[in-house]
């Protein structure tokens, strides 16, 4: 069976939303050739793949089995002809990478800045997410690779340890405890705490450290970045389990806030890169994959900041 991809291609648009008009213009093709060719489509399946809904086209119960499969051939069908691209030109080619937010100040541009120096035409697609447990690993399939505290839980994808990262407690710097450097969770039992959400990683990780020195910590305050959990501490709202700043990072710059190192067992968070382990990577998306495990490995990553 002989099927148009550009017919393909626009079966996916209308069902996604987009308007035959849209498309039309999108494509400089005339809606009556957008329409026959979705019509020829539905004749070579020998079923209605859309249904008018109103100035909608809808998919029918055929449409909507078709879709994932119409989704995944195309998305393959990209990346074979990127893959060819870069196999012509090896230094060109789009990145897509996602990460969680607290690594966006100092873990990323440090990676694609020294991989863009010896490879600056390849461009980066960036997306973030979070260290929670139900949120989908690479972006579900959108992202190539993945930085994050997270490690994938199953043989989909695979992950490689690249950063063991220190937690400090972050206080106001006028905190009596600021000026100590060192310090114990116990000491800030009866202090008032400022977290992310109970789903998060890092949020997880402070209760059960603060529940090993003996207490159960009183957040008065959730947010969902740690910019915010950061200007809470600097207004004198509380403390904050964090990781540490990273030379170069915004953190970095005095402050406010005052990061003492915690002296409890297990104050630390792991970093992993993690990619599909099905899904071959494009030449210019391994070539980063690599450099980020090399440079990880020769111990070449922003350092905690003094």
């Given at each position: 069976m002989n099927m148009d991809t550009e017919a393909l291609r626009w079966l996916q648009q209308v069902a996604d939303g987009t308007t035959v008009t849209e498309v039309s213009e999108l494509e400089q093709v005339t809606q009556s050739g957008v329409s026959?060719?979705?019509a020829r489509l539905e004749a070579q399946l020998g079923t209605p793949l859309l249904r008018r809904s109103g100035r909608m086209l809808r998919l029918t119960h055929a449409g909507a089995?078709?879709?994932p499969h119409l989704d995944a051939m195309l998305h393959n069908l990209d990346d074979g002809i990127a893959?060819?691209?870069?196999?012509?030109?090896?230094d060109t080619g789009v990145v897509a990478l996602a990460f969680q937010?607290?690594?966006g100040t100092w873990l990323v541009p440090d990676l694609v800045r020294s991989f863009r120096a010896a490879h600056p035409q390849v461009g980066f697609r960036l997306t973030q997410s979070r260290d929670e447990p139900d949120f989908v690993i690479l972006d579900g399939g959108n992202a190539d690779?993945?930085?994050g505290s997270r490690r994938s839980p199953d043989a989909a994808a695979l992950s490689r340890l690249i950063e063991v990262e220190p937690l400090r407690l972050a206080v106001r710097r006028d905190h009596p405890l600021a000026r100590q450097g060192l310090v114990r969770l116990a000491e800030v039992a009866a202090e008032p705490?400022?977290?992310l959400r109970p789903a998060s990683g890092l949020r997880r990780q402070t209760d059960e450290l603060c529940q090993r020195a003996g207490f159960r910590p009183d957040v008065i305050f959730e947010g969902d970045d740690l910019s915010n959990v950061r200007g809470f501490v600097?207004?004198?709202l509380g403390v904050a389990v964090i990781p540490a700043p990273r030379a170069g990072s915004p953190e970095a710059v005095p402050g406010p806030v005052a990061y003492l190192e915690i002296q409890d067992e297990g104050a630390v968070?792991?970093?992993f890169l993690t990619w599909s382990a099905g899904r071959r990577l494009l030449p210019a998306t391994d070539l980063f994959r690599r450099h980020v495990l090399r440079r990880a490995a020769a111990s070449q990553l922003p350092t905690v900041a003094s």
């Open positions: 026959r060719a979705l089995v078709f879709k893959a060819v691209s870069q196999l012509i030109d090896p937010q607290s690594l690779l993945e930085l705490f400022v977290s600097a207004a004198g968070r792991q970093i």
